[in-house]
């Protein structure tokens, strides 16, 4: 057991401290299962011919930009009429705020075949898909997500992806949940115990 709580602590230093719970694990696969399947036939991905697949993400007019703003709405109504609003805010929100867990298996090695591969697609195409559902709704817990996320990148190396600090601190403003001022002061000062107790008490306030 001692050998089991030491590997748990490693694995959560560096990829955060949620990173070992289920039911993240689970909403984060639900996402990704529900949402994966419908954007491989809207964006035609088993029709694309083998190296060209960057051009579904270059928008390079205007009407290549309406398609995609077409398909990523779509893909969107489809994912919340599926789980269900609440259930798909649920899950795109463990889906966007902890790439660290997913975007490894979407990111095949060597720096040409990664800008150039399926795989490369689908993960920035996910990412889009779970912020789109996120600004049509937003869980309760959204605040305290946030706020995990943010405590969960100024602590641990292993999560410096996309959403990062910035991104994430301009969702906390533009939220109307309640008061931060606690979490951004903390965070200001690199006060890590108080900005997780901030963190961790907007979660228990929304359970």
């Known amino acids: 057991m001692a050998h089991q ?8 230093s560096l990829l955060g401290p949620d990173s070992t719970e289920d039911a993240l694990w689970h909403d984060l696969r639900r996402f990704e299962q529900t949402a994966l399947p419908i954007i491989t036939t809207l964006w035609q991905l088993d029709t694309v011919q083998d190296g060209t697949y960057w051009q579904l993400l270059h928008l390079h007019d205007a009407a290549s930009q309406a398609q995609h703003t077409e398909r990523l709405s779509e ?7 599926t789980l ?13 705020l902890n790439p660290q867990l997913w975007q490894p298996a ?7 075949y990664y800008a150039h591969s399926r795989s490369n697609v689908q993960g920035q195409l996910l990412h889009q898909v779970a912020e789109a559902c996120l600004q049509s709704h937003t869980p309760p817990d ?21 959403s990062n600090l910035a991104s994430c601190i301009g969702y906390l403003l533009a ?3 309640g008061p931060i001022a606690e979490l951004l002061d903390a965070l200001t000062l690199g006060d890590w ?15």
């Not at 709580?5 to 959560?12: D, G, I, K, R, V």
């Not at 269900?84 to 966007?96: E, L, P």
């Not at 959204?142 to 996309?162: D, F, K, Y």
């Open 193 to 207: 115990r108080t900005a997780w107790e901030a963190a961790s008490w907007r979660r228990s306030s929304c359970q």
């Open 175 to 177: 939220a109307d949940h």
């Open 106 to 112: 979407y990111a095949p090695l060597g720096p040409y």
């Open 142 to 162: 959204w605040i305290a997500r946030l706020a995990r996320r943010m405590v969960t990148l100024c602590r641990s190396p292993g999560v410096m992806t996309q």
């Open 75 to 81: 893909t969107t109504r489809q994912v919340l009429s």
């Open 5 to 12: 709580s030491f590997a748990l602590t490693e694995l959560q």
């Open 84 to 96: 269900g609003t609440d259930a798909a805010s649920r899950c795109a929100a463990a889906f966007f």
